[in-house]
């Protein structure tokens, strides 16, 4: 079985900072790991993957995310938050036969001015 | 490239009634998923097809909820009689194929169908 625990359901930050939105999964198969945002009224879009290649993964709109075998951990990231980053992001595990999604319940971020 | 569509985007319905939503993936793409997103939660994995036969229906709740694909493209989700527990957003999300070792794919989401079962 599968499980994803993101950390913290709102994160707030001011624009300009640095936004980092914690991921820990568990998995009993090396796992696939994604991270999605989610506008308003709108379907999931994909930031970034995990797929057993680099740690370190770049994603659109300039995030990224490290893979951290040791701590179970997907954490993403941004150096410079802008207001349009405001949105929902979720975390995401798949793995083994069958590829559908395991998602964490999402972290809503806000970015001050 | 067309992104997945679904229809219609809102639906509000009494309990007991019944109520269907469709799906169009993106050209090309063998795998279809269902998901349901309750409010203030991640999407739930309810049913996966590739082409017209299902990998994965375990979290799909059978007594009321069903899916075809009967063509291996479009696919119909329907509830019937739906509950007040129903109330959800459902995606639908397509990928190319499912890989050898089943994982690892890009799903792309349509915008889904907001339900209200009052």
């Known amino acids: 079985a599968q499980s994803v625990t993101q950390l913290g359901s709102h994160v707030s930050v001011s624009e300009g900072a640095l936004v980092l939105l914690r991921c820990n999964y568990s998995s009993s198969v090396p796992p696939y790991l994604f991270w999605y945002v989610q506008y308003p009224n709108q379907g999931l879009q994909l930031l970034l993957k995990y797929t057993s290649a680099a740690t370190l993964v770049k994603g659109i709109n300039g995030f990224e995310a490290e893979f951290k075998k040791s701590e179970t951990s997907f954490h993403l990231t941004k150096p410079s938050a802008h207001m349009s980053d405001a949105a929902e992001y979720f975390c995401?595990?798949?793995?083994?036969?069958?590829?559908?999604?395991?998602f964490g319940k999402g972290t809503h971020l806000i970015i001050q001015p | 490239e067309a992104g997945v569509a679904q229809s219609p985007r809102y639906k509000i319905i009494e309990k007991r009634q019944s109520v269907a939503f469709w799906c169009n993936p993106i050209s090309g793409h063998a795998t279809l998923y269902w998901y349901q997103q309750i409010l203030g939660q991640g999407p739930k994995l309810l049913i996966q097809?590739?082409?017209?036969?299902?990998?994965?229906d375990s979290q799909l709740p059978k007594d009321r909820f069903s899916a075809e694909r009967l063509k291996g493209v479009d696919s119909t989700l329907k509830i019937q009689p739906a509950k007040l527990e129903d109330s959800a957003v459902y995606l639908c999300a397509s990928s190319l194929v499912m890989g050898a070792s089943g994982s690892g794919k890009t799903q792309y989401f349509g915008p889904g169908t907001r339900l209200l079962v009052l």
């Open positions: 995401a595990v798949s793995g083994g036969g069958a590829d559908g999604l395991t």
């Open positions: 097809f590739q082409n017209n036969g299902v990998v994965d």
